[in-house]
Protein backbone atom coordinates (compact mmCIF):
# COMPACT_ATOMS: atom_id res chain seq x y z
CA UNK A 1 0.00 0.00 0.00
CA UNK A 2 1.27 3.60 -1.04
CA UNK A 3 -0.17 6.88 0.31
CA UNK A 4 0.05 9.99 -2.46
CA UNK A 5 2.54 12.59 -0.66
CA UNK A 6 1.09 15.96 -1.38
CA UNK A 7 -0.50 17.37 -4.19
CA UNK A 8 -4.02 17.17 -5.05
CA UNK A 9 -6.84 15.69 -2.75
CA UNK A 10 -7.63 13.18 -4.40
CA UNK A 11 -7.99 9.26 -3.65
CA UNK A 12 -6.97 7.41 -6.50
CA UNK A 13 -6.74 3.42 -7.55
CA UNK A 14 -2.89 2.54 -8.73
CA UNK A 15 -2.12 2.13 -11.92
CA UNK A 16 -5.51 4.52 -12.76
CA UNK A 17 -5.83 8.11 -13.93
CA UNK A 18 -6.96 10.61 -11.19
CA UNK A 19 -11.17 10.46 -11.99
CA UNK A 20 -12.87 13.83 -12.86
CA UNK A 21 -13.68 15.13 -9.50
CA UNK A 22 -13.91 18.66 -7.71
CA UNK A 23 -12.24 17.73 -4.20
CA UNK A 24 -10.08 19.89 -3.19
CA UNK A 25 -11.81 22.50 -5.42
CA UNK A 26 -12.42 26.02 -3.24
CA UNK A 27 -16.33 25.60 -4.41
CA UNK A 28 -16.44 21.92 -2.80
CA UNK A 29 -14.57 22.64 0.27
CA UNK A 30 -16.88 25.55 0.50
CA UNK A 31 -20.49 23.75 -0.01
CA UNK A 32 -18.38 20.88 1.99
CA UNK A 33 -18.94 23.38 5.07
CA UNK A 34 -21.95 24.20 4.65
CA UNK A 35 -22.81 20.64 4.90
CA UNK A 36 -21.17 20.44 8.01
CA UNK A 37 -22.62 23.53 9.69
CA UNK A 38 -25.93 21.98 8.61
CA UNK A 39 -25.24 18.93 10.51
CA UNK A 40 -23.81 19.97 13.41
CA UNK A 41 -26.93 22.11 14.07
CA UNK A 42 -29.08 19.02 14.03
CA UNK A 43 -26.38 16.88 15.99
CA UNK A 44 -26.04 15.25 12.34
CA UNK A 45 -22.41 12.75 13.62
CA UNK A 46 -22.99 10.20 11.21
CA UNK A 47 -23.85 12.35 8.25
CA UNK A 48 -20.74 14.79 8.73
CA UNK A 49 -18.59 11.88 9.01
CA UNK A 50 -20.00 9.77 5.93
CA UNK A 51 -19.42 13.31 3.61
CA UNK A 52 -16.16 13.35 5.18
CA UNK A 53 -15.31 9.89 4.31
CA UNK A 54 -16.85 10.41 0.90
CA UNK A 55 -14.60 13.15 0.26
CA UNK A 56 -11.46 11.84 0.63
CA UNK A 57 -12.37 8.42 -1.06
CA UNK A 58 -12.49 6.39 1.93
CA UNK A 59 -15.15 3.82 2.62
CA UNK A 60 -15.77 3.42 6.28
CA UNK A 61 -15.15 5.89 9.51
CA UNK A 62 -15.02 5.62 12.69
CA UNK A 63 -14.62 8.64 15.73
CA UNK A 64 -13.11 7.98 18.94
CA UNK A 65 -11.88 9.48 21.99
CA UNK A 66 -8.09 9.12 21.87
CA UNK A 67 -7.89 10.22 25.72
CA UNK A 68 -10.09 7.27 26.61
CA UNK A 69 -8.93 4.67 24.37
CA UNK A 70 -6.36 2.93 27.43
CA UNK A 71 -9.78 1.83 29.36
CA UNK A 72 -11.73 -1.24 28.64
CA UNK A 73 -14.54 -1.84 26.40
CA UNK A 74 -15.36 0.50 23.90
CA UNK A 75 -17.07 3.65 25.13
CA UNK A 76 -14.21 5.51 23.86
CA UNK A 77 -16.16 5.02 20.32
CA UNK A 78 -18.09 8.01 19.46
CA UNK A 79 -19.83 6.87 16.16
CA UNK A 80 -18.54 4.40 13.62
CA UNK A 81 -20.00 2.15 10.31
CA UNK A 82 -16.83 0.01 10.64
CA UNK A 83 -18.03 -3.78 11.41
CA UNK A 84 -18.79 -4.45 14.69
CA UNK A 85 -16.26 -6.97 15.22
CA UNK A 86 -13.51 -5.13 13.87
CA UNK A 87 -14.21 -2.20 15.87
CA UNK A 88 -13.61 -4.91 19.23
CA UNK A 89 -10.57 -6.11 17.24
CA UNK A 90 -9.43 -1.61 17.38
CA UNK A 91 -9.98 -1.38 21.21
CA UNK A 92 -7.21 -3.77 21.82
CA UNK A 93 -5.08 -2.24 19.28
CA UNK A 94 -5.79 1.15 20.44
CA UNK A 95 -5.31 0.15 24.05
CA UNK A 96 -1.66 -1.33 23.10
CA UNK A 97 -0.79 1.53 20.94
CA UNK A 98 -1.91 4.52 23.93
CA UNK A 99 0.15 2.61 25.90
CA UNK A 100 2.90 2.70 24.34
CA UNK A 101 2.75 6.65 23.55
CA UNK A 102 4.15 8.94 25.70
CA UNK A 103 2.77 12.51 25.51
CA UNK A 104 5.10 14.57 23.28
CA UNK A 105 4.84 11.79 21.07
CA UNK A 106 1.06 12.23 21.39
CA UNK A 107 1.08 15.88 20.82
CA UNK A 108 3.56 15.73 17.61
CA UNK A 109 1.23 13.19 15.85
CA UNK A 110 -1.53 15.54 16.14
CA UNK A 111 -2.87 16.19 12.46
CA UNK A 112 -0.59 13.67 11.07
CA UNK A 113 -1.74 10.73 9.18
CA UNK A 114 -1.04 7.23 10.48
CA UNK A 115 -1.24 3.81 8.33
CA UNK A 116 -1.48 0.83 10.79
CA UNK A 117 -2.61 -2.48 10.21
CA UNK A 118 -5.51 -4.24 11.35
CA UNK A 119 -4.87 -7.96 13.43
CA UNK A 120 -4.92 -10.88 10.58
CA UNK A 121 -8.53 -12.31 12.38
CA UNK A 122 -10.44 -9.27 12.32
CA UNK A 123 -13.04 -9.69 9.18
CA UNK A 124 -13.32 -6.95 6.50
CA UNK A 125 -15.34 -6.86 3.80
CA UNK A 126 -14.36 -7.88 -0.18
CA UNK A 127 -12.11 -5.46 -0.92
CA UNK A 128 -11.40 -3.56 1.94
CA UNK A 129 -7.92 -3.16 2.87
CA UNK A 130 -6.31 -4.19 6.16
CA UNK A 131 -4.25 -1.20 6.85
CA UNK A 132 -6.60 2.07 8.20
CA UNK A 133 -5.68 5.22 8.15
CA UNK A 134 -5.81 7.65 11.90
CA UNK A 135 -5.76 11.29 12.14
CA UNK A 136 -5.80 12.54 15.96
CA UNK A 137 -6.48 15.75 16.67
CA UNK A 138 -7.67 18.17 19.34
CA UNK A 139 -10.61 20.41 20.59
CA UNK A 140 -10.19 21.95 23.70
CA UNK A 141 -9.48 19.23 26.39
CA UNK A 142 -10.77 16.54 24.17
CA UNK A 143 -8.32 14.51 22.03
CA UNK A 144 -10.21 12.82 18.99
CA UNK A 145 -8.90 10.22 16.36
CA UNK A 146 -10.65 9.92 12.96
CA UNK A 147 -9.89 6.61 11.40
CA UNK A 148 -10.78 5.62 8.20
CA UNK A 149 -11.53 1.91 6.23
CA UNK A 150 -10.80 2.46 2.29
CA UNK A 151 -10.53 -0.25 -0.82
CA UNK A 152 -7.70 -2.16 -1.39
CA UNK A 153 -4.98 -0.37 -4.07
CA UNK A 154 -6.24 2.93 -3.18
CA UNK A 155 -3.94 5.91 -2.66
CA UNK A 156 -4.74 8.29 -0.28
CA UNK A 157 -3.41 12.07 -0.26
CA UNK A 158 -1.75 12.86 3.10
CA UNK A 159 -2.92 16.42 1.71
CA UNK A 160 -6.45 15.67 1.63
CA UNK A 161 -6.17 13.30 4.70
CA UNK A 162 -5.12 16.69 6.28
CA UNK A 163 -8.01 18.56 5.14
CA UNK A 164 -10.64 15.91 6.24
CA UNK A 165 -8.68 15.85 10.00
CA UNK A 166 -9.15 20.21 9.79
CA UNK A 167 -12.52 19.60 8.91
CA UNK A 168 -13.81 17.02 11.36
CA UNK A 169 -11.96 19.10 14.13
CA UNK A 170 -13.97 22.14 12.67
CA UNK A 171 -17.11 19.84 12.68
CA UNK A 172 -16.94 19.07 16.12
CA UNK A 173 -15.83 22.30 17.32
CA UNK A 174 -19.33 23.67 16.21
CA UNK A 175 -21.09 20.24 17.52
CA UNK A 176 -19.27 21.06 20.80
CA UNK A 177 -20.48 24.54 20.68
CA UNK A 178 -24.38 22.99 20.15
CA UNK A 179 -24.14 20.48 22.43
CA UNK A 180 -22.85 22.93 25.35
CA UNK A 181 -25.41 24.57 24.86
CA UNK A 182 -27.73 21.82 25.02
CA UNK A 183 -26.54 20.15 28.00
CA UNK A 184 -29.51 22.59 29.84
CA UNK A 185 -31.71 20.49 28.20
CA UNK A 186 -30.80 17.75 30.17
CA UNK A 187 -31.44 19.93 33.03
CA UNK A 188 -28.47 18.43 35.60
CA UNK A 189 -27.86 19.51 38.92
CA UNK A 190 -23.86 19.74 39.37
CA UNK A 191 -24.09 16.88 42.46
CA UNK A 192 -25.78 14.85 39.13
CA UNK A 193 -22.85 15.55 37.11
CA UNK A 194 -20.30 14.99 40.09
CA UNK A 195 -21.71 11.84 40.12
CA UNK A 196 -21.46 11.09 36.31
CA UNK A 197 -17.81 11.99 36.02
CA UNK A 198 -16.91 9.78 38.83
CA UNK A 199 -18.75 6.45 37.50
CA UNK A 200 -17.11 7.54 33.80
CA UNK A 201 -14.16 7.06 35.97
CA UNK A 202 -15.02 3.11 36.73
CA UNK A 203 -15.99 3.98 40.53
CA UNK A 204 -18.96 2.08 42.07
CA UNK A 205 -21.20 3.83 43.89
CA UNK A 206 -19.51 2.59 47.20
CA UNK A 207 -16.88 4.59 45.89
CA UNK A 208 -18.12 7.31 44.88
CA UNK A 209 -20.16 7.80 48.14
CA UNK A 210 -16.99 7.41 50.05
CA UNK A 211 -15.34 10.33 48.11
CA UNK A 212 -18.33 13.06 48.24
CA UNK A 213 -19.05 11.71 51.87
CA UNK A 214 -22.72 11.06 51.40
CA UNK A 215 -24.25 7.74 51.42
CA UNK A 216 -24.61 4.61 48.79
CA UNK A 217 -28.37 5.43 48.66
CA UNK A 218 -28.47 8.83 47.54
CA UNK A 219 -25.55 8.29 45.18
CA UNK A 220 -27.84 5.37 44.02
CA UNK A 221 -30.57 8.26 43.67
CA UNK A 222 -28.31 10.65 41.94
CA UNK A 223 -27.28 8.13 38.70
CA UNK A 224 -31.16 7.02 38.76
CA UNK A 225 -32.19 10.69 38.39
CA UNK A 226 -29.28 10.95 35.62
CA UNK A 227 -30.19 8.28 33.15
CA UNK A 228 -34.08 9.71 33.66
CA UNK A 229 -33.01 13.29 32.54
CA UNK A 230 -30.69 11.47 29.66
CA UNK A 231 -33.12 9.01 28.39
CA UNK A 232 -30.39 6.05 29.12
CA UNK A 233 -31.05 2.63 31.20
CA UNK A 234 -27.69 1.90 31.96
CA UNK A 235 -24.38 3.05 33.69
CA UNK A 236 -22.86 2.53 30.87
CA UNK A 237 -25.36 4.24 28.33
CA UNK A 238 -25.51 7.50 30.75
CA UNK A 239 -21.57 7.62 30.16
CA UNK A 240 -21.54 7.17 26.20
CA UNK A 241 -24.39 9.46 26.49
CA UNK A 242 -22.32 11.88 28.78
CA UNK A 243 -18.97 11.49 26.14
CA UNK A 244 -21.26 12.22 23.04
CA UNK A 245 -22.55 15.34 24.84
CA UNK A 246 -18.85 16.62 26.31
CA UNK A 247 -20.30 16.26 29.76
CA UNK A 248 -17.58 14.63 31.17
Not at 74 to 103: C, I, Y
Not at 225 to 245: D, F, G, P, Q
Request: proline letters at 3%.
Amino acid sequence: MRTAMGGSSLAVHAGQPAPASSTGHPAAKRQLLEKLGDYAARGQLNKALAALTDYVGASHYLLARYDLSQDSGLDFVMVSDWPFDVVKRLGQVMQGLHAKTNEQEKCLSLLHPVFMRLPEEAVLGRGISREYCAITFSIGRLRLSLMLLFPQDLILSREGLRDIGLLTGYFASLARETSLRSERDFDLTERELECLSWIAEGKTSEEIALILGISRNTINNYITSVMRKTATKTRSEAIACAVRNNLV
